[in-house]
């Protein structure tokens, strides 16, 4: 039987900035997304968040609250991707683990670089909410 795929990822912001990361594996293969990937067994999400932004890019950040639960069905993968924010605090981004590239990006140009709009549009709820309130 077939199942969701359970994922978490992070929208991190530095100021006026969120860090995105080119995909070097599929699904979104060379499209720029949000660092993140699948959540382990026995890990909670916002762990597994904090995980994988550092695996994917060696930037450390605080979770400061849930952006949203969305279902993402490509490539005849269904996964459901649980999207926190959070404030960067170390780290300058390098790509790592399954990230071809990764960068700061102003907000509007970090918007206009994803090509998946509900991505887009976490990344424009996540500041919405959160962008300033950052230390």
Known sequence: MKAPTPAAGVVCLRGREVLLVRRGTPPKLNQWSLPGGRIEWGERAVDAALRELFEETG???????LVDVIDALFEERHYVL????AYWRSGEP????????ARFWPIEEAIKQVEWEP???VIRTAF???????A
Not at 128 to 134: E, I, L
């Open 94 to 101: 390098l790509a790592g683990d399954d990230a071809a590239e």
């Open 128 to 134: 919405d909410r959160f962008g300033n309130g950052q």
């Open 82 to 85: 649980v999207d926190y924010a």
């Open 119 to 121: 991505t887009a549009q």
């Open 59 to 65: 930037v450390e950040a605080q979770i400061v609250g």
